[in-house]
């Protein structure tokens, strides 16, 4: 159910809609931590008592944007466009790619960076985050090259972009266990991963995954 | 580099030391939303002031709780175990959701949950963004399953699975790359995610990834 406030005149609906769209257009591009109630205030062309008005804080707001994607996604809106065959599953892949880098990797798909990127932390520790990552990243490649040597992986396998992929689908499955408290997502995710890397073996000299 | 602070005693550091692991163990389980100083406190079973002499509040001991990760994994420890092979792959898919199933799916893996917790949202926030992933899941799998229908995944894929692992990719991809300001990550899990899914689908009637 929309949180929407039904007190605003039809006119000051629209103001606080313009509030709650320059901040989802804020958010995406560059993340939750980076936009200020100060830069959505710009951005939507309003003046502060009108942003506090509706708005008793950043918490209220983002809660808000959430709201606006959760009513534009239950309205039946495609979100990923048609996912139907080989070709669209590609193009989707870049589009989602190009979001990324349009916004300098800070903001993107609006719901992930609402998910994930409400980190009031600093700049250093975010680093900190990413080099953990990129050790385990490290350990799963190392991991895959050795597998990769053996004959465990065919040829063609890219051990370094499975590592990343690997991690990736942990990271996601992770992400989606805590949403829903709930570990099946987790769980899902890793054996569709292990069962599609498998059968990328099953081409493979030495069968590696025993059934 | 270590942000330890280098002004405290052998005792106090040790003291220091006794409530970062705390914080550590008590974020893996429950969350880094739902802990809080006096949880922490408790858990370490030191006093108030203590606990205040050492972090200013939740937000130190949070980078703390990071830092102390960091040089864990920066110190060689491994993180994953054993990755060298498919059994050690399996067995790492099931700690990791063991861990999340331990933990009620709140905690689990302390970096993701650090990554991607701190959520100061409140719980029908978290409960409308876990509807939006489910939105988006489900337009992935109606486009599995017509794929599936269509001859175009073998029998054996099970289209529902694939779902989840597609959007638990793009999730964990995203997150790297909002971490690093860099979208290569999400490209190489994204690229190597469909590279698997064509290599499941080369032994089906119509191959479906043109060339």
């Known amino acids: 159910m929309s949180r929407k406030s039904l007190r605003h005149t039809a006119k000051g609906e629209h103001t606080r809609q313009r509030i709650v769209e320059a901040a989802d257009r804020l958010i995406g591009w560059r993340g939750v931590t980076r936009v200020t109630l100060e830069d959505v205030r710009a951005e939507a062309n309003v003046s502060s008592s009108q942003i506090y008005h509706y708005f008793a804080d950043k918490q209220a707001l983002i809660a808000a944007v959430v709201d606006r994607q959760d009513s534009l996604s239950s309205a039946g809106e495609s979100m990923l466009g048609a996912f139907e065959s080989a070709d669209a599953l590609r193009s989707w892949g870049r589009r ?22 409400l980190m009031d932390l600093d700049v250093d520790t975010v680093g900190q985050l ?10 799963i490649r190392a991991g895959y ?67």
């Open 130 to 139: 990413a080099r953990i990552f990129r050790r385990c990243e490290d350990e």
């Open 145 to 211: 090259r050795t597998m990769h040597a053996n004959g465990e992986l065919p040829p063609s396998a890219d051990p370094d972009a499975l590592a990343t992929m690997t991690l990736a689908t942990a990271i996601g499955g992770l992400v989606l266990a805590q949403l829903n408290s709930d570990a099946q997502p987790l769980q899902l995710a890793l054996d569709a991963m292990l069962d599609c890397l498998q059968s990328r073996q099953e081409n493979s000299p030495k069968t590696l995954v025993p059934n």
């Open 96 to 117: 989602l790619v190009e979001g990324q880098r349009e916004s300098q990797s800070a903001g993107g798909c609006p719901i992930v960076t609402l998910g994930t990127g």
